[in-house]
């Protein structure tokens, strides 16, 4: 990238594409779950492709996110690790990509194609982010149904 590209990209956009930390395991996930839920004040909830949120989640939003959330992953990732979350800080998150089991493509980047994550939870407001991929009807309806629109 060069230095005139990186200098027109918003702060959200350098958080976005920026280091962040894989959650192997579903032990780490509840580790990561925990902190969050002990600092629910604060945090938008992002589904891409869906119009980003003007507000934070309230502390219940947020919870029934984080419950809900941890239901689907779990069922829809059928493997025995997690490996499809990832946090810009594990002990202390303020940005947390969350990849669909359904649309994982290269979610570290390796391919040179970027998989946008399926939903973000950022201490920052999101920026509108349009994603390609289809959505079944179905996630469209448990995500609105989620968070009340």
Not at 10 to 15: A, G, N, V
Not at 107 to 136: K, V, Y
Request: charged residues 25%; neutral net charge.
């Amino acid at each position: 990238m060069t230095q005139s590209s990186a200098s027109t990209r918003s702060d959200f956009q350098m958080r976005l594409h920026g280091r962040f930390s894989n959650v192997l395991t579903w032990d780490q996930l509840a580790a990561l779950w925990s902190v969050v839920r002990s600092r629910a004040e604060g945090w938008y909830i992002y589904a891409i492709g869906e119009a980003p949120p003007n507000e934070p989640a309230t502390p219940a939003v947020l919870d029934r996110f984080v419950l809900e959330m941890d239901v689907l992953l779990r069922r829809e990732h059928r493997e025995d690790y997690c490996g499809i979350v990832y946090a810009d800080d594990r002990s202390e998150p303020t940005f947390i990509k969350i990849f669909d089991p359904h649309n994982l493509g290269s979610s570290c980047g390796s391919s040179g194609a970027i998989t946008l994550p399926g939903w973000l939870l950022t201490r920052m407001p999101p920026e509108p982010l349009q994603d390609t991929r289809l959505l079944p009807e179905s996630r469209k309806r448990w995500w609105r149904s989620l968070i009340g629109r």
